[in-house]
């Protein structure tokens, strides 16, 4: 029986067996976010990562939010971003809508949280977001389930 806490043990090759949907979610992945700030986009993208468990997506948006110019100080922090000062209340409002998505099974994405990202979001960047972070969330959900791609193995522009 294979040791749960091996984690590199891969299970599944994702890609491999499905290459028409793997196909697909790049699809979505390419579409998703299109005109939000990139630096925006990897922000979202590794916080979510971050609460599903994700190593390799952890590690690949790690390495392109600092290839989109976000500081390591931002990026150490990202955890902790209530606590700290160097979030708009732009990052602010999409951090918050990444938590509730992401953890949607605890209970729907509260009004309160919703209202807040539409006062700093017009409805189709709103969109795109929400977009994005369904995306992220499957990509997390087949990354954790399957551990088909090896954490550390990531290249920006690979």
């Known amino acids: 029986m294979e040791d749960i806490t091996d ?9 491999a067996l499905v290459p028409r949907f793997a196909a ?20 979202v993208r590794l916080h979510a990562s971050t609460i599903n468990g994700c190593a390799y997506c952890v ?6 939010a600092r290839a989109a110019g ?3 100080q931002r990026l150490y922090s990202l955890g902790a971003w209530r606590e700290v000062s160097w ?14 998505v992401t953890e949607i099974h605890r209970e729907h994405v509260p009004a309160a949280v919703m209202e807040e990202a539409a ?3 017009e409805p189709e960047p709103l969109a795109q977001l929400i977009a994005l972070l369904v995306t992220i969330n499957a990509w997390n959900r087949i990354g954790v389930t399957t551990r088909c791609w090896e954490p550390g193995s990531y290249e920006v522009g690979g």
């Open 24 to 43: 697909a979610m790049n699809r979505l992945d390419a579409a998703a976010g299109v005109g939000l700030d990139p630096k925006l986009r990897e922000l």
């Open 87 to 100: 979030f708009t209340p732009a990052e602010r409002a999409a951090l918050a809508l990444t938590e509730a």
């Open 70 to 72: 976000e500081t390591e």
């Open 59 to 64: 590690d690949m948006h790690s390495k392109d």
């Open 119 to 121: 006062r700093h979001f």
């Open 7 to 15: 984690p590199t043990a891969l299970r599944l090759d994702f890609d």
